[in-house]
């Protein structure tokens, strides 16, 4: 399955580097400005990564589209047809601007309104949890992040797990979408720790209890 970034800001840059050495097959990184993805490949030595626009990187079959959660929204509102029977990873926390609270609701997440906004999609929630300096070193104290990674279609989890599963996370099956109404607003307190302690953005989650992360087989 082809996979594809779109964003070059700071977790669109950790995620590529991730899938670039540690995703078997075709990497595809999107950008506003195709020159600059093709520069950052070139700087980050991504020579196996493959850059263009927004709209090319649309052909493969897991999109993660690198955006804060309002132009995520726009984005794809735009895209919608194209974006029928893709997985769409969401990895967005819906913050206000000053990071004091939520733009969604009591009782909603970014990720259940982005699936409702792409009915024929299928949405995955995962990385909301993980800031992006994480990515450069996801073990602290011999202790790996976790990864919690929601949705609704089973087998779109499954498929994304597998494929992500080289990286150096451990990638935990956490539920359905509308437990990000619980992750994202956890994210946030993340956040508001990291900051409190001196660490900011390095800050992820690490569950205990759970000795190795299976996913049971799927069942038709």
């Known amino acids: 399955m082809k996979i594809s970034v779109l964003g070059t800001g700071n977790m669109g840059k950790a995620l590529v580097k991730q899938a670039a050495a540690h995703v078997e097959g075709q990497v595809f990184w999107g950008s506003r400005n195709p020159e600059e993805a093709a ?11 493959v850059t263009g626009s927004y709209e090319e990187a649309l052909q493969a079959d897991i999109i993660i589209p690198a955006f804060p959660a309002a132009a995520l929204m726009e984005w794809a509102a735009a895209n919608k047809e194209r974006l029928e029977h893709k997985i769409v990873v969401d990895i967005s926390n819906p913050f206000t601007s000053d990071f004091s609270g939520f733009t969604t609701a009591w009782g909603e997440s970014s990720a259940e309104g982005l699936q409702a906004l792409l009915p024929d999609s299928k949405v995955v929630g995962a990385f909301k949890n993980t800031f992006f300096s994480v990515f450069e070193n996801p073990v602290f104290q011999d202790q790996q992040s976790d990864v919690l ?68 087989p799927l069942t038709k």
Do not use: M
């Open 39 to 49: 520069e950052l490949a070139k700087s980050f030595q991504l020579n196996q990564v």
């Open 149 to 216: 990674v929601t949705g609704d279609d089973e087998e779109a989890v499954h498929q994304f797990i597998e494929r992500f599963s080289p990286l150096p996370f451990r990638f935990i099956h956490a539920g359905k979408l509308a437990n990000n109404r619980t992750i994202e607003r956890f994210t946030l307190l993340e956040l508001e720790l990291a900051v409190r302690y001196g660490t900011y953005p390095y800050i992820s989650l690490q569950v205990f209890g759970i000795k190795e992360a299976v996913l049971a």
